[in-house]
């Protein structure tokens, strides 16, 4: 599965507040996105800092954080073929107002703030974001990885990995053994 094909998704507190989030679920998979990972998590307040890193320096970044922490989410990771760009045109234009008829933000989306979803912008981000809300999708942890885990090495045809410092990894299982 190549990364550009993944993007990260979130059902926002408004929808999942507003019982939307099966609606909104039915419309991705209809949509040909295929949902490798979803979860309903409320956010802490810290990794919603986290998140918006980017706009801590904007006046509205406190009303961010208070907004996406005041209730359940759904996170979720997407996979399809250009997967940034095509959950962009599904969720619509940021304002709901100006969303485009059939999209998400169109439909559920009640004003800019309010808009239902959110969506990476970049293929960077996505790989940031989905890193940062699931770390177990790339086979690490955020907290452990430094960039330095040339040990391990893919083993099979699964594209399992297994080093040899793990309980369960047998020498004739892994290839570095």
């Not at 099966?22 to 490798?36: A, P």
């Not at 619509?92 to 439909?107: E, K, L």
């Not at 391990?152 to 309980?167: F, G, R």
Request: with cysteine; hydrophobic share 35%.
């Amino acid at each position: 599965m190549e990364l550009t094909n993944l993007t990260f998704a979130m059902i926002k507190p408004d929808a999942v507040s507003a019982n939307n989030s099966g609606k909104i679920i039915d419309m991705i998979e209809h949509n040909g996105f295929e949902i490798v990972r979803l979860q309903k998590v409320i956010i802490a307040e810290e990794l919603a800092e986290e998140f918006y890193a980017v706009h801590k320096e904007r006046p509205f970044f406190k009303e961010l954080v208070e907004f996406i922490t005041s209730g359940p989410v759904v996170i979720m990771a997407l996979h399809k073929q250009d997967a940034v760009n095509n959950w962009r045109e599904l969720i619509g234009a940021t304002n709901p107002a100006q969303a485009a008829h059939g999209t998400i933000r169109h439909a559920f989306g009640t004003d800019i703030g309010k808009n239902a979803v959110h969506g990476s912008d970049s293929s960077e981000n996505a790989l940031s974001e989905l890193q940062l809300f699931f770390p177990d999708l790339f086979g690490y942890s955020r907290e452990d990885f430094d960039g330095e885990n040339e040990d391990d090495e893919c083993c099979d045809d699964e594209d399992e990995c297994c080093d040899n410092e793990k309980e369960n990894c047998d020498e004739d299982e892994c290839c570095n053994g």
